[in-house]
């Protein structure tokens, strides 16, 4: 039954940001994330489009927020590896388990780790080409989406790229969501809190419209598929 998705469920809570949530679920959930991104945030277009041009003209300094497990920032060093472009790569965290994991399975040793909050980095006067977020935003209820998107805006020059990525909330997102992850419940995505967080994250999501209410100037709302949306601030380069 899809439940009332008619507003944010902002009290509901994902059982992986439990202190006290099992270490083997916890770290087998770490583990499924490059599958379930892959296959639901087709990452490597938005690299393509915004990470790759700019890499192109010179080394990046990229930073994740709210990195988690890692599986974007290490994804992001591949591609990059890959194509020949350099830059260095931070994943921010302020979960120390999710640090943890994250450092004891990068075997390439590519990319920065460091367990922090946004507010931290911003003090400390740290300076970014482009600040991405995944799946992060449903975790902030609309008095603190102001004060991150001020942090994160702050982190990057006037030239610079601010994109945070989430769930779009709906209910064929919803449906969508539960009826394909149902057939690997007990094999692919047991011992995981994978299903039952993802729920709670659609649930707990942003619908474009209501982003673009709470939005400063200057940041926009784009929209994708399948049920994706990203809240971005663009700077203008150097001969555009």
Same mark, same amino acid.
């Given at each position: 039954?899809?439940?009332?998705?008619?507003?944010?469920?902002?009290? #509901?809570?994902?059982?992986?940001?439990?202190?006290?949530?099992?270490?083997?679920?916890?770290?087998?959930?770490?583990?499924?994330?490059?599958?379930?991104?892959?296959?639901? @945030?087709?990452?490597?277009?938005?690299?393509?489009?915004?990470?790759?041009?700019? +890499?192109?003209?010179?080394?990046?300094?990229?930073?994740?927020?709210?990195?988690?497990?890692?599986? !974007?920032?290490?994804? %992001?060093?591949?591609?990059?590896?890959?194509?020949?472009?350099?830059?260095?790569?931070?994943?921010?965290? +302020?979960?120390?388990?999710?640090? /943890?994991? #994250?450092?004891?399975?990068?075997?390439?040793?590519?990319?920065?780790?460091?367990?922090?909050?946004?507010?931290?980095?911003?003090? +400390?006067?740290?300076?970014?080409?482009?600040?991405?977020?995944?799946?992060? !935003?449903?975790?902030?209820?609309?008095?603190? !989406?102001?004060?991150?998107?001020?942090?994160?805006?702050?982190?990057?020059?006037?030239?610079?790229?601010?994109?945070?990525?989430?769930? #779009?909330?709906?209910?064929?997102?919803?449906?969508?969501?539960?009826?394909? @992850?149902?057939?690997?419940?007990?094999?692919?995505?047991?011992?995981?809190?994978?299903?039952?967080?993802? %729920?709670?994250?659609? /649930? /707990?999501?942003?619908? #474009?419209?209501?982003?673009?209410?709470?939005?400063?100037?200057?940041?926009?709302?784009?929209?994708?598929?399948?049920?994706?949306?990203?809240?971005?601030?663009?700077?203008?380069?150097?001969?555009?």
């Amino acid at each position: 039954m899809t439940p009332d998705l008619s507003a944010r469920a902002e009290d #509901a809570r994902e059982l992986m940001d439990d202190p006290n949530a099992d270490a083997r679920v916890l770290a087998r959930t770490y583990e499924q994330f490059g599958l379930i991104n892959a296959v639901v @945030t087709r990452w490597h277009r938005a690299y393509r489009r915004d990470i790759r041009p700019r +890499a192109i003209q010179r080394p990046l300094r990229i930073l994740d927020v709210g990195a988690g497990g890692g599986d !974007l920032p290490r994804a %992001l060093a591949g591609w990059m590896r890959r194509d020949g472009v350099a830059g260095e790569i931070t994943a921010l965290d +302020a979960d120390e388990r999710a640090i /943890r994991w #994250a450092v004891d399975h990068d075997e390439q040793g590519d990319v920065i780790y460091r367990c922090a909050l946004l507010s931290d980095l911003v003090t +400390a006067g740290e300076v970014f080409d482009v600040v991405l977020s995944n799946h992060l !935003l449903h975790h902030l209820d609309a008095a603190e !989406l102001p004060g991150f998107l001020a942090d994160s805006r702050s982190l990057v020059p006037a030239a610079g790229l601010v994109a945070h990525h989430d769930i #779009a909330r709906s209910a064929a997102a919803y449906r969508l969501f539960a009826a394909g @992850t149902l057939p690997f419940t007990r094999n692919l995505l047991s011992g995981s809190f994978i299903r039952e967080d993802g %729920l709670t994250s659609i /649930r /707990r999501s942003y619908t #474009a419209s209501e982003l673009a209410a709470l939005a400063p100037k200057g940041w926009t709302v784009r929209t994708g598929v399948p049920a994706r949306l990203q809240l971005r601030w663009e700077g203008r380069r150097a001969g555009a």
